[in-house]
């Protein structure tokens, strides 16, 4: 299985800063026939069901704010949250699907500094 | 719009079987793929498996292999998921999701979800 680790386990962040989250995996999930890094973003918040945000490493989904932003490839990937509001008070996990069993990472959660 | 409707809270005791419901509402084909996700408390989502019933196949993650059973009824647009064996580490949040795409290896990511059901294992 390939596993997926995420850092900071948490972050606190000041209203219209920057909050950054990476994210490991044990091997690449980039695909080599097409270029593409088979890793996603979601977010969660508290009694809701995961909210997909950005696939493909970077593609943002549409109606996610642009304050929000995917890179990274192969093996190391970032979740970046610009001018953070709070409404982006969540956690939030990246997922492969490179290979199966598909994998999340353990969350990262967001709070207000 | 197409949604996702799961069947309610479930209570179940050490060894017995669950299954839960996700109808696909709105417009939805018949022939809509369909993955499972749970989630315990205060951990991060885990991936079950998925059907996809316009071809007939199912895929499941290994650890749910030998428990887990994935099933389509077309005629209702309904998924169910049917778990046995039931051990107080079942107890979680489970959660039926579309795929935009599935291919062989199953479905790849989420980008609609259903609102969950409780299952709750205890004696």
């Known amino acids: 299985d390939i596993t997926m680790t995420q850092s900071p386990d948490s972050l606190a962040v000041s209203l219209g800063e920057r909050a950054t989250i990476n994210c490991k995996s044990s091997q690449s999930v980039l695909n080599t026939s097409n270029n593409k890094n088979y890793l996603v973003w979601y977010q969660q918040k508290p009694g809701q069901p995961p909210k997909l945000l950005i696939s493909w490493a970077s593609t943002r989904e549409s109606g996610v704010p642009d304050r929000f932003s995917g890179s990274g490839s192969g093996t190391d990937f970032t979740l970046t949250i610009s001018n953070l509001q709070a409404e982006d008070v969540a956690v939030y996990y990246c997922q492969q699907y490179y290979g199966v069993p598909r994998t999340f990472g353990q969350g990262t959660k967001v709070e207000i500094k | 719009q197409v949604q996702l409707v799961q069947s309610g809270a479930e209570v179940k005791k050490p060894g017995s079987s669950v299954r839960v419901s996700c109808k696909a509402s709105g417009g939805a084909s018949a022939s809509l793929a369909i993955g499972w996700v749970r989630q315990a408390p205060g951990q991060g989502p885990e991936w079950m498996g998925g059907i996809n019933p316009m071809f007939g196949t199912t895929i499941y993650a290994q650890k749910f292999q030998v428990r887990l059973t994935i099933t389509a009824d077309k005629s209702t647009n309904t998924v169910f998921m049917e778990l046995r064996s039931l051990t107080s580490d079942d107890s979680a949040v489970y959660y039926c999701?579309?795929?935009?795409?599935?291919?062989?290896?199953?479905?790849?990511?989420?980008?609609?979800w259903g609102q969950g059901t409780l299952v709750t294992v205890s004696s």
């Open positions: 999701a579309k795929p935009p795409y599935y291919d062989r290896s199953g479905p790849f990511y989420f980008d609609l």
